[in-house]
């Protein structure tokens, strides 16, 4: 178990990603669905948000920060991040994508701790958009995080809600870019290329740093400082590998979908347990 700011911790250790990668293995292995390197790829940017950045004294508390999930595919780096917090315990995360499961592929805001319903991409951004408004016109002290994958880029949503963002000032907003530079179809510079990314997002008018995602304090001295920046919404580019930590799966685009046999999952939890895969 770890703790987070719910309990007044002010440090990721370096178990908490390995203890969420492997969740993600033995529950996507125990369901037989892919999705697996996605999931993968953002564990330690999970773990930093969780760990240590986002304030959320409760659930239901009106002034918690907010979390979007906006590559919502990703969910089951999500639901092990709740396991671990103890918001849901070993016979509810053993229902992750069985019938009637609040613990589908995708979040849903039923389940407590998801704020909101995310997927569809390229929306989740939008999405935070209106929550950062919200909390501006109530006088919360609430921010909002949303991670999206580099792949959202290429929806003409993103650019309408970064847009909008910038022009209200909302810098209570912060959007962290899971930059692993593929989807399912192919690598995102051959799908539709947005390099320079950094570039792109400073014209719009956001104020941008680029990380290691896999880099904990990094990741966690790069969120503090996007939270604090005044006048203006942040964006965190973080660079990724797809499927960090197994071997077989870092950077193979087929593991977008692909759910693993015995052998490859009794590969996969040796290399995160032994490190051999990073």
Same mark, same amino acid.
């Given at each position: ?9 002010? =440090? #990721? ?16 292995? /125990?369901?037989? #669905? ?43 780096? $999500?639901?092990? *991040? @709740? =396991? ?20 589908? #592929? ?35 002290? =609430? =921010? ?6 580099? %792949? ?12 909008? *963002? ?36 400073? *014209? @719009?008018?956001?104020? #941008? ?8 304090? %990094?990741?966690?001295? *790069?969120?503090?400082?996007?939270? %604090? ?6 964006? $965190? ?32 939890? /040796? ?8």
């Amino acid at each position: 178990m770890f703790q987070s700011n719910l309990t007044g911790n002010g =440090r #990721v250790s370096d178990d908490l990603p390995k203890s969420i990668r492997r969740i993600i293995l033995e529950q996507a292995h /125990r369901a037989n #669905v892919g999705h697996i390197g996605s999931a993968l790829s953002i564990a330690d940017i999970i773990a930093v948000l969780y760990g240590e950045i986002l304030n959320l004294p409760s659930r239901r508390d009106p002034d918690r920060d907010r979390f979007i999930l906006s590559k919502g595919h990703a969910a089951l780096a $999500l639901y092990a *991040a @709740f =396991r671990i917090l103890g918001w849901i315990d070993e016979e509810k995360i053993n229902t992750y994508c069985c019938d009637s499961s609040l613990l589908g #592929v995708h979040p849903e805001h039923a389940l407590p701790g998801v704020d909101f319903c995310s997927g569809s991409l390229g929306m989740g951004l939008s999405i935070g958009v209106g929550s950062a408004v919200g909390g501006k016109l109530g006088n919360s002290s =609430r =921010r909002v995080f949303v991670l999206l994958s580099d %792949a959202e880029c290429n929806e003409g949503s993103v650019w309408e809600a970064a847009m909008f *963002a910038a022009h209200h000032r909302l810098d209570n907003l912060v959007a962290l870019i899971d930059l692993n530079g593929q989807q399912a179809f192919g690598k995102t510079k051959d799908v539709l290329d947005l390099h320079p990314l950094n570039k792109k997002w400073e *014209a @719009f008018g956001w104020h #941008v740093r680029e990380v290691d995602g896999h880099d904990c304090q %990094a990741l966690a001295q *790069a969120m503090g400082k996007a939270s %604090a920046h005044a006048d203006k919404p942040a964006v $965190l580019i973080c660079q990724t590998t797809f499927g960090k930590g197994v071997s077989f799966m870092e950077g193979q685009i087929p593991w977008h979908y692909l759910p693993m046999n015995e052998q490859q999952f009794a590969q996969a939890l /040796r290399e995160i347990e032994s490190g051999d895969g990073q």
